[in-house]
């Protein structure tokens, strides 16, 4: 059993996913047993940022959130079934950009920085049992009221059992999307929400 992690910046393309899964010639790891979340697990940086130093810098300069959703397909009968979780990454433009879009002189900044978040947890998830990533080049600019209106940019993470898809959620796939959310808390990056 193997457990995917794929990035993407846009939901239509993460869900266009799911009806032709080959095409993008994805590596999958082994999944082996359950993830100990009692170890020490960091974001894994290495050819993204030059240090720790840099990926925090980073981290509090875009403002990077998370927040997790549920992962669906259609069954066999047409009906929705949860298969996994979709982990999103939400980074923001400076301060002084209130009204930024994908015109916006450091839209491409924005993006590259989560992108790089994104890479850095996929890499950290094969140690997890997790597959690569994914990143398509589908980008948009969103306004949250959860994040109080700021302008974000958003890369989807869909977290799923790839040799058996489509099978419902499971605990080692549960545990797997916590543990992401406790490494990228360990780097700074803020459940759902921006706060010093």
Not at 79 to 89: A, H, R, V
Request: aromatic share 10%; hydrophobic share 30%; with cysteine.
């Amino acid at each position: 059993m193997s457990l995917l992690l794929l990035c993407y910046s846009n939901a239509e393309e993460a869900n266009s996913y799911q009806k032709d899964q080959k095409i993008h010639g994805l590596i999958f790891c082994p999944a082996g047993g359950g993830t100990n979340v009692t170890m020490e697990y960091h974001l894994n940086i290495t050819g993204l940022f030059k240090d720790e130093e840099e990926l925090r810098a980073t981290v509090r300069k875009r403002k990077i959130c998370y927040d997790t959703e549920p992962y669906f397909c259609r069954n066999e009968q047409g009906s929705l079934t949860q298969i996994g979780f979709q982990i999103n990454l939400y980074g923001t433009f400076p301060d002084t950009d209130k009204e930024a879009d994908l015109d916006d002189q450091e839209f491409g900044a924005v993006l590259s920085d989560v992108r790089k978040i994104a890479i850095a947890l996929s890499k950290t998830g094969e140690s997890l049992h997790m597959g690569e990533h994914v990143v398509p080049d589908y980008p948009s600019v969103d306004y949250s009221d959860e994040r109080e209106g700021r302008p974000d940019v958003t890369v989807y993470i869909p977290v799923f059992d790839e040799e058996h898809f489509g099978h419902p959620v499971d605990d080692r796939i549960s545990e797997a999307v916590s543990l992401a959310g406790k490494i990228l808390e360990q780097a700074g990056v803020k459940n759902k929400r921006w706060h010093d």
